[in-house]
């Protein structure tokens, strides 16, 4: 795992250098001209933990927001035919547009039934 190293002698950060002439990489300091052999060839890792999918998210009041539009669309939890709807905001290369709907009555958010999701599509 990569880590933070210091310089021993004005105890700067040190940062990932090529020594050439060694053939190595080292941590070198830009104050003074202190170095050490890297010994993890690791200067930069990153994890992705999570898979970006449609996801309604925290929609903690939308049911009163007034600037939101209306659709009669029937809810699945409490039979409301009343929802306000959003497009899904997710940065993804797919351009499908994605519409989910808040019930106004009870608050539970659900996207369109009647609309195949590519998951679902064969």
Known sequence: MASLHF??????????????Q????????????????????CVYRNDLLTVTKEQIGVTGDLMNDTTLAHADMQCPQCGNDDAV??????????????LFFV?????HSF????????????
Do not use: H, W
């Open 7 to 20: 310089c021993s002698e004005c105890n700067n950060l040190l940062y990932p250098k090529a020594d050439p």
């Open 103 to 107: 019930c106004t009555k009870c608050n």
């Open 85 to 98: 709807y959003f497009q899904d905001q997710s940065k993804r290369k797919e351009t499908r547009m994605i």
């Open 111 to 122: 996207t369109d039934p009647t609309v195949a999701r590519p998951q679902d599509v064969d």
């Open 22 to 41: 060694r053939r190595i990489m080292v941590y070198a300091c830009r104050i003074c001209n202190y170095d050490e052999v890297g010994e993890n060839k």
